[in-house]
């Protein structure tokens, strides 16, 4: 490492609030799915910045786009109306399927509006304001308040407790334990199509559609989180796609602008007319003409570069060169995942791995202490995946 680099690191570890235990690497840029750091260093990115940078780095007109933009105008405010946001949220309800879309500036914040929402809705039911949301053990939905409380995970919770309060927690993939929990109080099922954080579990068919059919039934919201998972990441435009279902309520972020901070909670026709309206909820940035012209460019470049079609093609080779790890290795016990959102479960912690890995070129993240997560840009090809297996064997101890 430079005498630059590690001066910079020292400053950053003067001045950041120490939140997270950075890697020893100050990054400069970016170039299709390899990023430099400051001394002129190449890395494979097989995290994309957290599964955000779905198009690799510098993809088509998207920095163009990008670029005029900002010299025409970056915010307005939502009371206005701007180009942009008309094209972006036309474009991301026929990508989604979904009828109404809201605008935010990060995933958890769009977590809050679907918890909103779902409140909002049970209270124009019967006015009450004691209504619960079940949502699911080892879920992750982000670190505001809300988000919070939903995600299922004590040691991220515990020290902020109390949370918002009448949440009930399940078990993922496990309908009686959702039945469990579910009584005449319950406005809303909250839970990943694909969990991210908690492990790349999948949902199962039967799961999703009988979480549908209940809440069909009862007259409950389902919301599906669908930050991480989404926007092509399983080979469908959202994961509940190839379920043959529709939630009623969905999040969306990370890749939705691939870079620019913004985030969307949506919801059908019937959810939009009875829940939140002019008033109950507002943003000053969300949704500005700068994110919305970043949405609006990478639905396009979905379009145009097919690229869940791309993930279906290319995801079973992935998973194929990482499956002959786990045969390989005594110390792999599963893989574990859907499309281009993969985990490899060790037996034991992964971070000396991960720091191997970076040292050789290789840009890998964890989820928990003994997955290593795989989450590269959509627009990886074998070559790739052959070049990140070639750096992981040597960085496996
Ligand atoms: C990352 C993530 C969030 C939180 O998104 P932020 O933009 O970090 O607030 C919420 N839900 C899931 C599933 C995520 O992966």
């Given at each position: ?27 400069d840029r970016g170039e299709g799915v390899y990023l430099y750091d400051i001394d002129g260093k190449k890395y494979l990115d097989f995290v994309a910045g957290i599964a955000v940078f779905a198009l690799g780095y510098g993809c088509g007109d998207y920095k163009e786009a990008l670029k005029s933009q900002v010299d025409k105008i970056l915010h307005t405010s939502n009371y206005y109306y701007n180009v ?314």
């Open positions: 490492m430079s005498e630059t680099m590690k001066a910079y690191i020292e400053e950053a570890e003067g001045a950041l609030l120490h939140t997270y235990n950075r890697f020893p690497v100050v990054l942009p946001a008309i094209e972006a949220a036309k474009k991301l309800k026929a990508f989604s399927g979904m009828d109404r879309i809201f605008f935010t500036n990060s995933g958890a914040e769009a977590v809050e509006g679907a918890i909103k929402t779902a409140r909002k809705y049970g209270f124009l039911k019967d006015g009450r304001t004691d209504h619960q949301i079940i949502a699911m053990n080892h879920s992750f939905h982000g670190r505001t308040m809300g988000a919070l409380s939903v995600t299922g995970n004590a040691h991220y919770r515990d020290p902020f407790e109390p949370g918002i309060g009448n949440i009930r927690f399940a078990d993922y993939n496990d309908f009686d334990s959702v039945l469990r929990q579910v009584n005449d109080r319950t406005v809303a099922i909250l839970l990943e199509t694909v969990q991210g954080e908690g492990g790349l579990t999948p949902a199962t068919e039967e799961f999703l559609r009988a979480i549908r059919k209940l809440c069909d039934e009862r007259d409950i919201l389902m919301i599906l989180d669908e930050i991480q998972c989404g926007m092509g990441r399983t080979g469908y435009g959202f994961a509940w796609q190839k379920y043959g279902i529709r939630p009623d309520v969905m999040t969306s972020a990370k890749a939705l602008g691939c870079g620019v901070p913004v985030g969307a909670f949506l919801m059908t026709e019937k959810v939009g007319a009875h829940s939140l309206v002019a008033g109950d909820h507002g943003t000053t940035y969300g949704g500005n003409p700068l994110a919305c012209a970043a949405v609006s460019k990478v639905l396009d470049l979905f379009e145009e570069r097919q690229i869940p079609a791309h993930v279906r093609e290319i995801a079973p080779y992935l998973e194929r060169r990482l499956d002959e790890l786990v045969s390989e290795y005594d110390c792999i016990l599963e893989r574990r995942g859907s499309g281009l959102m993969q985990g490899l479960v060790f037996d034991h912690p992964v971070a000396d791995t991960i720091n191997a890995a970076l040292e050789g070129g290789l840009i890998l993240i964890n989820a928990g202490a003994n997955i290593l997560r795989f989450v590269p840009p959509l627009v990886i090809e074998k070559e790739h995946v052959d070049e990140m297996i070639r750096i992981l064997r040597a960085s496996i101890r």
